[in-house]
């Protein structure tokens, strides 16, 4: 990725769902820092991946998409999945494993390794927890996410027989482990060393907690890759003798996270443990339309990185107005952030922090956000 003559570019992607009202905030934001902060930013808005695309052509993206991707900088997404309307039966319905598989083929396809999901309340955010030290949560949340329990191989035998058996792989590989890791471990350094200041996901804007990774592993049942994780983690550890560890299994950790949760800095999970806490951690932070979430190789930007909200495409509420942009306009801080362009990338953070501590009113509609947030942004 180097930014040329034309500069770099995006592929919107607003998918399905409450994806394109999202989109259309993220979009509108996008072009005000563009004037604003001159950036040498283009984009194209891609009809797929989709359920749309998928009526129309039987399959949610080309089937070359994965190389035409390659030809941008970075990927910003809306949602997957069937966007509803749930009491419709007419409506066009395609399985989960059918409508959400581009996000995995893109995560894997890209070599995505890292998902980063930062989970920090912000003043005026929904606060689920009734201590006041809730107020201080502040951690970022590292997820595997090309491996592990997602590599989908395993296989049905007997089908539908009494004698039925379903296998599901999951797959640890030490390298795989050991770049997580080791990246968990930078993290936690650029937080220490950027903490109290606001500028950025990957500073300890709070400073409660100390400089820590916390390992998730459920080693007590599953010692297999639960003891090479604990392996590499304590190996990685030495090359980082300022920042302390600890280790949660899986099930404490989410006692953890709710009773707790200001005491976490950086954690790293396996990918499913990783996707389970945060939508923990989304709750942890306000909500899933606060919390967003992106998929990098921290150690190459060859490849674009994609960047999309924790959320899904909520049909419950599709179509009506009714999603909350901020997840998604915060993912978008983290992919100009990730572009190098980190004024507009806080500048764009700052507006929806100033939106949220502002109103308080959690009913407001996803154009009155959205019109607020790029109110701030001309400021
Ligand atoms: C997420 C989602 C995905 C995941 C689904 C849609 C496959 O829940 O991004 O957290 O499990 O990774
Ligand atoms: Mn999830």
Not at 56 to 73: F, I, K, N
Not at 353 to 369: G, K, S
Request: with cysteine.
């Amino acid at each position: 990725m180097a930014a040329n003559l034309t500069g770099f570019s995006i592929a919107l992607m607003p998918g399905d769902g409450i994806g394109g009202e999202v989109m259309a905030a993220a979009q509108s934001a996008l072009e005000v820092l563009r004037t604003r902060y001159d950036l040498p930013l283009a984009w194209e808005v891609l009809e797929w991946p989709s359920t749309a695309w998928h009526q129309q052509h039987g399959e949610m993206m080309p089937a070359d998409a994965l190389a035409r991707v390659c030809a941008y900088d970075a990927l910003l997404m809306g949602a997957l999945g069937d966007p509803g309307p749930l009491n419709d039966p007419a409506r066009y319905k395609l399985t989960d494993s059918v409508s959400l598989a581009p996000l995995l083929t893109f995560r894997k396809g890209l070599d995505l390794w890292a998902c980063e999901r930062p989970a920090r309340l912000l003043p005026g955010a929904p606060r689920y927890l009734a201590d006041p030290r809730a107020a201080d949560v502040d951690m970022l949340v590292i997820r595997e996410n090309s491996e592990g329990e997602y590599v989908n191989q395993g296989g049905r035998l007997h089908r539908g027989t009494p004698y039925e058996i379903a296998t599901q792989l999951e797959v640890f590989t030490r390298r795989g482990t050991e770049r997580l890791v080791r990246h968990a471990f930078r993290r936690a350094q650029q937080r220490q060393q950027r903490r109290g200041t606001t500028r950025s996901y990957y500073c300890a804007e709070k400073g409660s907690a100390p400089a820590q990774v916390c390992l998730i592993t459920k080693r007590n049942a599953q010692p297999v890759w639960g003891e090479l994780y604990t392996e590499v983690f304590e190996q990685i550890a030495q090359e980082f003798p300022e920042i302390g560890v600890t280790h949660q299994l899986v099930d404490a950790a989410c006692m953890k996270f709710v009773q707790s949760p200001w005491d976490f800095d950086v954690v790293v999970a396996s990918n499913l443990h990783g996707d389970i806490l945060t939508d923990l951690a989304a709750v942890l932070s306000g909500g899933l339309g606060l919390a967003p979430s992106c998929n990098i190789n921290p150690d190459s930007r060859e490849l674009p990185a994609l960047f999309e909200p924790t959320h899904g495409s909520a049909p419950d509420i599709a179509g009506q107005g009714k999603a909350n942009p901020a997840a998604m306009l915060l993912t978008t801080a983290m992919m100009l952030e990730w572009l190098g362009f980190s004024d507009p990338a806080e500048h764009l953070r700052q507006a929806v922090a100033e939106d949220l501590a502002n109103n308080p009113d959690q009913t407001r509609n996803c154009q009155t956000i959205t019109d607020s947030v790029i109110d701030r942004l001309h400021r």
